[in-house]
């Protein structure tokens, strides 16, 4: 590496002795449908179109993307002449259902150069899955405020999908925080703690 550092300082032929310059594989990542909760991993590979040694630092800009292991870290430095794979990790507990491309960012900053790669992935909405319970009253509902529309339209049957945890199961299953903390409420009770906690009534005196 000292070597390669002096290297860098003369004065060469330019065609013999290029200085290192830093290439990706590929300019975007698109990772397809994601699901909360599921990880998956891809290749970053980095090409050194120069002659001495590139080295830097990679860094992922959200939290869902890290290096190597699936408790590894968010930066990592490399060096290497040629070609360097770092493995990238998809965390899946850190996923969460849209209506939009989840979006993220790597960053590579180099010696020879810096460049930031864009991360895509799809991960739709599951919504309120039939049958629950054999109850179908908040079937098919897609964001919280559907289910509440549902919720009021039939509190019995709703009431019994709370009380048994299906909805908080629904939740976790987008990889979105419940609003409620503590034990579900019984029967109609439970449907105006969900109300309340999404702040669309106000709780009683």
């Not at 590579?108 to 899955?129: C, K, M, Q, S």
């Amino acid at each position: 590496l000292g070597r390669s550092k002096l290297r860098e300082r003369l004065p060469a032929d330019p065609d013999a002795l290029r200085a290192p310059k830093l290439a990706l594989e590929s300019t975007e990542q698109f990772l397809g449908l994601l699901r909360p909760g599921t990880d998956c991993s891809f290749d970053l590979t980095i090409i050194n179109q120069g002659m001495l040694i590139l080295r830097g630092m990679v860094l992922s800009t959200c939290d869902w993307l890290v290096f190597g292991e699936r408790t590894g870290p968010s930066q990592r430095m490399f060096q290497t002449r040629n070609i360097c794979t770092i493995p990238v990790r998809v965390l899946g507990n850190k996923l969460r259902a849209g209506l939009r491309a989840l979006q993220g960012e790597i960053v590579i900053d180099t010696n020879g150069g810096a460049v930031t790669l864009p991360v895509r992935a799809d991960v739709p909405i599951l919504p309120f899955p039939k049958g629950v319970y054999a109850n179908d009253a908040l079937a098919g509902a897609r964001s919280p405020h559907e289910i509440a529309l549902k919720a009021k339209e039939f509190p019995l049957e709703a009431a019994i999908l709370f009380e048994q945890g299906a909805v908080k199961s629904w939740y976790a299953s987008n990889g979105w925080t419940y609003p409620i903390e503590g034990s579900e409420g019984s029967g109609k009770g439970a449907v105006q703690q969900f109300f309340e906690a999404l702040g669309l009534t106000r709780p009683p005196h």
